[in-house]
T-cell receptor
């Protein structure tokens, strides 16, 4: 595709339910990031995938959060037993790892609301 | 790991004035410093970046400066316009596509 695609764009769920958020990066991009952004706040780093290397999970806020990246392409962020404080916009971004660090391209985000 | 501090968190200027946003970083091996702009309800987008082999880069009304010795870099916007109102994020990373670390963001408001 032309850009980073995220789905769903909006998700409303009840407290305690599990949710899955999907990110389809730009074709050929080896790096993929997940960020969380609460209203009016900054970019909270969650997890970073780079090629076949072990992901950097240092930003995941609790063990209810996990992410996978299958085949070096599509990624899924899973939040188990959602809590109201999980409500935020979840942004995915991808970049190409070459000799130099490249531009990060962000998706439109998935807005999660936990009731 | 890298730590990026950004100041101020909010900045209000009159249209036509200049705005300066400053960032410091901790990892002396970092050599790539991009700036992203996020308009209300939109995704962050790259507006300018600088690598450590130069001290300054300009693109029309925006410029970035880098002081590697002091480990700080700044974004300068001249002749500000209402459409410059947004949140600006600085970031830093090591060479060869290493992970980008973002600052906390600066909300810039340009008053007409």
């Amino acid at each position: 595709g032309a850009g980073v695609s995220q789905s769903p764009s909006n998700k409303v769920t009840e407290k305690g339910k599990d949710v899955e958020l999907r990110c389809d990066p730009i074709s050929g991009h080896t790096a993929l990031y997940w960020y969380r952004q609460s209203l009016g706040q900054g970019l909270e780093f969650l997890i970073y995938f780079q090629g076949n290397s072990a992901p950097d999970k240092s930003g995941l806020p609790s063990d209810r959060f996990s992410a996978e990246r299958t085949g070096g392409s599509v990624s899924t962020l899973t939040i188990q037993r959602t809590q109201q404080e999980d409500s935020a916009v979840y942004l995915c971004a991808s970049s190409f790892k070459g000799r130099d660090t490249g531009e990060l391209f962000f998706g439109e985000g998935s807005r999660l609301t936990v009731l | 790991g890298e730590n990026v501090e950004q100041h101020p968190s909010t900045l209000s200027v009159q249209e036509g004035d200049s705005a300066v946003i400053k960032c410091t970083y901790s990892d002396s091996a970092s050599n790539y410093f991009p700036w992203y702009k996020q308009e209300l309800g939109k995704r962050p987008q790259l507006i300018i970046d600088i690598r450590s082999n130069v001290g300054e880069k300009k693109d029309q009304r925006i410029a970035v400066t880098l002081n590697k010795t002091a480990k700080h870099f700044s974004l300068h916007i001249t002749e500000t316009q209402p459409e410059d109102s947004a949140v600006y994020f600085c970031a830093a990373s090591r060479p060869a596509g290493n992970m980008l670390t973002f600052g906390g963001g600066t909300r810039l408001m340009v008053k007409p």
